[in-house]
């Protein structure tokens, strides 16, 4: 760059014209800026604030120990903060600094209050994360995916969750697909209380209720009446139990006790008595997620993502779905009797997982490949060991001969506890257990 700076004259006679360059010349070059009222007011006070407190100069003597401070450094000597300027090494010895007196928020200054004109810039929304429950539980509607699992999803905030996105990963969390979204935020919940066991069969139980807490982007329980929940109201499932609800009661916020009970819907009867403190509670129905018939049993890695957040926002869960949806229900009205020469008969009734409805003149549909079923005698009430299972294609068993019971128990037995599952398209299913 070359500034041309006119004639140099002596004594009235022009003497030469010459050129310079800029490095010749102290040069201020000026660049126009435009800011709004409140961005120049602000800039103008930290301006002056500044040179006011950079009136006071320091020069200091440090050993070497400090040789890692530079010139812009802000640091603090007996109370008082100072910006190096400059840095000199003397020699082996030691080190000198200039310093400027600071403040190290000086430039932190809310800006004055003008009145917005233009484009007012709206504050970066910070993204509600997401709460997320994989449920291996009994199929819950009759269209959903037998092969499937269940996931409740919520914000982990009470407001401003746009939804999520399920992503699963088959190698260890290194990479993640998109398997499904959702904008729905469900019921997500855990049990202050344990709820009792209840052997009263398919009624009401109105003597045992349960106390459950909700997180906070979970909507409200709310009640129902005897009709409704017959018709499939208020169901939901804690621990492992699928169960259902008449009264939901706040006593506390997000806390509500659950009364009127109906117990172990949807097969999970077997599930009755084995409830605990802080389980699992979720408002079904939840959002279905498709499974591969190659995966069951196999772990995977699930993230929620909530919509326009990272996949590194959430941690991956660990979740297998062992196929719970595929399970045949326990049989019920376990029976027999005894014939003359005292051989057994075995008797039950199955139950069908899909097409369940209470319809007159329809049998329930059978709903696996092949009706077949499991007969095992146990050795004593303690169902620990299994002295004869036997297969059947109906649902009895007339054969325990008392040469059977022979062979198994020595002689004759006056009483025998046996147990019967079905087996279904995914293994066995559940065990019910009774005595003859």
């Not at 400090?66 to 007996?78: A, G, K, M, N, Q």
């Not at 399970?327 to 097409?355: E, H, M, S």
Request: overall charge negative; aromatic content about 10%.
């Amino acid at each position: 760059m070359y500034i041309n700076i006119g004639m140099d004259y002596q004594d009235g006679h022009q003497l030469r014209q010459r050129e310079v360059t800029s490095s010749e010349l102290d040069v201020t070059v000026a660049m126009p800026v435009v800011l709004m009222d409140d961005e120049a007011l602000r800039a103008a006070e930290v301006l002056l604030f500044n040179a006011w407190i950079e009136r006071d100069r320091f020069h200091l003597q440090l050993p070497r120990k400090w040789s890692h401070l530079e010139p812009t450094d802000v640091i603090s000597v007996r109370g008082r903060s100072m910006r190096l300027t400059d840095k000199t090494e003397v020699g082996y010895t030691h080190l000198e600094f200039d310093a400027l007196g600071t403040v190290v928020n000086v430039f932190v200054n809310a800006p004055a209050a003008v009145a917005p004109i233009g484009f007012v810039p709206q504050p970066t929304p910070i993204p509600n994360h997401t709460d997320l429950l994989l449920l291996d539980i009994p199929l819950i509607s009759d269209g959903d995916f037998t092969n499937g699992f269940y996931a409740a999803v919520a914000g982990r905030s009470a407001s401003g969750w746009p939804g999520a996105a399920f992503m699963k990963s088959i190698d260890g969390g290194v990479n993640y697909t998109n398997i499904d979204n959702t904008s729905v935020a469900y019921g997500i919940g855990t049990a202050t209380t344990v709820l009792g066991t209840f052997t009263g069969g398919n009624i009401f139980d109105e003597t045992n209720s349960v106390t459950v807490r909700m997180t906070l982007g979970s909507p409200e329980l709310v009640s129902s009446n005897t009709l409704g929940v017959l018709n499939g109201a208020n169901m939901a499932v804690l621990g492992s139990e699928v169960i259902q609800f008449r009264t939901a009661t706040l006593v506390a916020a997000r806390t509500y006790t659950l009364s009127g009970l109906l117990r172990g819907r949807r097969g999970s009867d077997s599930f009755i008595s084995t409830h605990g403190y802080e389980e699992r509670f979720a408002l079904l129905p939840v959002h279905n997620l498709e499974g591969q018939g190659g995966e069951l049993g196999q772990a995977r890695q699930y993230k929620a993502i909530t919509l326009g957040s990272t996949l590194a926002s959430e941690s991956a869960q660990t979740f297998t779905n062992t196929g719970i949806a595929l399970k045949c229900y326990a049989p019920v009205q376990l029976g027999g009797g005894r014939n003359g020469a005292r051989d057994v008969t075995f008797t039950w009734v199955r139950r069908t997982r899909i097409g369940g409805s209470w319809l007159d003149n329809v049998d329930s549909p059978l709903s696996e490949p092949l009706e077949f079923y499991l007969l095992r005698i146990y050795s004593n009430s303690s169902y620990a060991t299994v002295l004869r299972e036997v297969a059947s294609f109906i649902q009895d068993f007339p054969g325990y001969t008392v040469a059977l019971q022979t062979t198994d128990f020595g002689s004759a037995q006056a009483l025998i506890y046996f147990g019967v599952l079905q087996v279904g398209a995914y293994g066995n299913g559940y065990e019910a257990r009774g005595s003859v």
